[in-house]
């Protein structure tokens, strides 16, 4: 009998030790779990981030291409300007009057038909004066030195 109390003593002790270095060994895999859940929301925090950049230069990239075109088209825009005096003749009367004609251009496509307007001047008045404040598209404004159209954006 007292060798059969041996033997149960033995397997409780065995069965105790091996229930201890189980929840042992379960601890340490839960924290070895715990490090490693932590290094996985570290690297999707870094991805995120990255991606953010990345749709942001992407996005820049984009905006900045659509600028440049955008710049590229309006420098090709100019416009064609010509002006003449028109008399009218009307019995003993005589009218002068300037007549500017305007029409802008892609390259040399017209992109509109001519537009035309007809001022009355007193004699000694400065044409060239008079026929740049009659300006329709006002040519100023598309050009600032070489740069085309900055200024009419801003506005």
Not at 17 to 43: P, T, W
Not at 57 to 67: K, L, P
Not at 115 to 134: H, V
Request: glycine share 6%.
């Amino acid at each position: 009998m007292g060798l059969m109390w041996w033997m149960l003593a033995s397997g409780l002790c065995t069965a105790a030790g091996a229930g201890l270095v189980y929840f042992v060994m379960q601890s340490r895999m839960e924290v070895i779990l715990a490090k490693q859940r932590e290094e996985l929301a570290a690297a999707n925090a870094a991805l995120g981030v990255h991606r953010d950049v990345l749709q942001d230069s992407i996005r820049s990239a984009e905006e900045s291409g659509r600028r440049k075109a955008l710049d590229d088209f309006l420098a090709d825009i100019h416009i064609e300007e010509r002006h003449y005096i028109r008399e009218n003749k009307a019995l003993f009367l005589k009218r002068k009057s300037i007549v500017r004609q305007e029409r802008i251009f892609f390259r040399n496509l017209p992109l509109s038909n001519w537009i035309e307007q007809e001022m009355p001047f007193e004699e000694g008045a400065d044409i060239e004066a008079l026929a740049k404040t009659m300006a329709v598209f006002a040519p100023e404004l598309l050009a600032i030195g070489d740069d085309p159209v900055r200024k009419l954006l801003r506005n």
